[in-house]
Antibody
């Protein structure tokens, strides 16, 4: 069974940093691309970053470019999102999702940016 | 960026009804279109990808159609567990974008 489990969310002050993780199991991790998708309270889903199966290709949404960094460790079956310079607009549940069709999702981790 | 617009935003229906949700892309996306179901406090669930391919395990009462800019999600006979919010999403280049969602509520 495919499983994606996010962790690392929490309360952070404006301007602060946080690192999210997504632990994967049930599939050959190194064969699949992954993305981070977030959802602010009461808002639509927003794709924010993509990484190819090897990590060689990366894309970001303009809303996070220059502040967030996606990475992966295929030896550890793990995906990461380093988030810097966080603002109120980054408050959301963050999901990791597999492949470009987003066929599998994690349960999400809540990031709250507040002073 | 490609904009995805769903209609309606709110849909009231009864168990057993057939309903359709439409999704329009601001430019041609071929068939690079997915549909998701989301219930409150839960992660989205993949229903359909490539505009019309049913995800494994999804009931056959769900179907998708369309190509280019206009797409439809149909549910042939609503079941109580189908009341949720539905999103379309394109993956024809970056950034991927989602529709604003259609909330399907019980009439």
């Amino acid at each position: 069974e495919v499983q994606l489990v996010e962790s690392g969310g929490g309360l952070v002050q404006p301007g602060g940093s946080l690192r999210l993780s997504c632990a994967a199991s049930g599939f050959i991790f190194s064969s699949y691309s992954l993305s981070w998708v977030r959802q602010a309270p009461g808002k639509r889903l927003e794709w924010i970053s993509y990484i190819s199966h090897s990590g060689a290709t990366i894309h970001y949404a303009d809303s996070v470019k220059g502040r967030f960094t996606i990475s992966r460790d295929n030896a550890k079956n793990s995906l990461y999102l380093q988030m810097n310079s966080l603002g109120d607009e980054d408050t959301a549940v963050y999901f990791c999702a597999r492949d470009i069709q987003f066929q599998h999702w994690g349960q999400g981790t809540l990031v709250t940016v507040s002073s | 960026d490609i904009q995805m617009t769903q209609s309606p935003s709110l849909l009231s229906a009864s168990v057993g009804d057939r309903v359709t949700i439409t999704c329009r892309a601001s430019q041609d996306i071929s068939n690079y279109l997915a549909w998701f179901q989301q219930k409150p406090g839960k992660a989205p669930k993949s229903l359909i990808y490539a505009a019309s391919t049913l995800q494994s395990g999804v009931p056959s009462r769900f179907s998708g159609s369309g190509s280019g800019t206009d797409f439809t999600l149909a549910i042939s006979s609503l079941q109580p567990e189908d009341f949720a919010t539905y999103y379309c999403q394109h993956y024809n280049g970056y950034p991927f974008t989602f529709g604003q969602g259609t909330k399907l509520e019980i009439k």
